[in-house]
């Protein structure tokens, strides 16, 4: 139970720090100097929290929502008229703000798909004999990851005309630049234990599950500035998209981005603590046993 409490707990202070950020940002944006006056900052924190108090009542302006091609010149601009029924007009928050959602959240959950099961098969080859893949595996996460994303970026830029068969080979960007952080990630920890292949084989599966609100939260960052690069109609552009405009539209965007994070969390320690009973319950019957 104080797991639990200490998680919710977490979950609350991330919220307020999420607020809190988000704050400090549209200050810096919108103020002529960096140097915020804690005053300013409290107000705009409790406007927001005011504003969040009256969700139904939350609109954005459609207009800002237009965007133009930046990476690759095909991708067509957003029709804002087909989206909404007057693009001049201040449009609902919700339930408008479940599509960008969702459309972002399905890369999320395809990606962490997609890498699980090719881990899976990239470790049933002796891939710990391969020296220049144990020396690029071993290089920081921080540094091989994106160093991948960018190549996957330059591929599709190269052979941009060759692919121009491909209706939305955008999609297929985002789908690999995603895959790559758990293949990496499960690989980069199945390289580095020290013991037989075939037991090193049998511990990504727990890593996996136990690090997936991890890869939840890289992958979002990644999704941030792909979404911006390729025109994306996703949460990461839109929330970014009315920092300046709306802060309260952008602290609810990263607040339901939390969210699956905090739902999985609390899941866990739940999971944790039911298997604990489980376990403490037959050592205590037999602890009554010995006594007799």
Known sequence: ????????????FT?????????????????????????????????????????????????????????????????????FDSADSLVPLFPYIWKPYFYSFSFIILSLLFGFFLTRICLFFPLYKCKTLISLIEMPLAVLIPGIQFLFIYFFMTLHKTLEWIPEKNYILVFL???VIPVISQLKYALEVRRQYSESRKQPISLFFQNISSFIMIMWFSLLWLEVLLNMDGIMAFSLRYLTISPTVTTISLLLISLPVFIYTMLEVVTMQTRKKQIDIPIVLKQIDITR
Do not use: G, Y
């Not at 104080?2 to 919710?8: A, D, E």
């Not at 704050?23 to 409790?46: G, N, Q, R, Y």
């Not at 609109?59 to 237009?66: L, Q, R, Y």
């Open 15 to 83: 919220a307020i720090f999420i607020i809190l950020l988000v704050s400090i940002m549209h200050l810096c944006f919108t103020e002529d100097t960096l140097l915020l006056p804690p005053w300013a900052v409290a107000k705009e924190f409790l406007t927001i929290v005011h504003t969040l108090t009256a969700t139904r009542d939350i609109t954005f302006p459609a207009t800002h929502w237009i965007r133009e091609p930046f990476l690759f010149s095909n991708i067509h601009n957003v029709n804002i008229a087909s989206q």
């Open 1 to 12: 139970m104080l797991s639990f409490l200490q998680t919710v707990l977490k979950c609350i």
């Open 177 to 179: 630049c995603l895959s």
